[in-house]
Nanobody, 127 residues
Framework: QVQLVESGGGLVQTGGSLRISCAAS????????MGWFRQAPGKEREFVSF????????YSTDSVKGRFTISRDSAKNTVYLQMDSLTPEDTAVYYC????????????????????WGQGTQVTVSS
């Protein structure tokens, strides 16, 4: 069982930056993929980025490429999402997720790929 706790959300102006974190309790093994999703009001939860725990390789959705960076600290069992050049369209609740068998998935970008979820952290970008 893995518990995920996000932190670091808040209010930022357009063009600003924010780093959110996801701390995992329990060991994150090399088979894991850790992902970030977001959900804006009235919209479905959408994929943002994932990172493979064993290799550190990453993948992001097109709308955040070049602006958001996912990373991990294995010693701290923590995943980060550095968000730069934020726009009001990035306003959403951001969720961390874990896929224990992610290593066998070619492209884990759907919510059903992940077994564990955090409670979310609100990111609001003002215009």
């Amino acid at each position: 069982q893995v518990q995920l706790v996000e932190s670091g959300g808040g209010l930022v102006q357009t063009g600003g930056s924010l780093r959110i974190s996801c701390a995992a309790s329990g060991r994150i093994g090399n088979s894991y993929v850790m992902g970030w999703f977001r959900q804006a009001p009235g919209k479905e939860r959408e994929f943002v980025s994932f990172i493979r725990w064993n290799t550190g390789s990453t993948y992001s959705t097109d709308s955040v490429k070049g602006r958001f960076t996912i990373s991990r600290d294995s010693a701290k069992n923590t995943v980060y999402l550095q968000m730069d050049s934020l726009t009001p369209e990035d306003t959403a609740v951001y969720y961390c997720a874990a896929a224990p068998q992610g290593y066998i998935m070619a492209l884990p970008t759907t919510t059903t790929s992940y077994d564990y979820w955090g409670q979310g952290t609100q990111v609001t970008v003002s215009s």
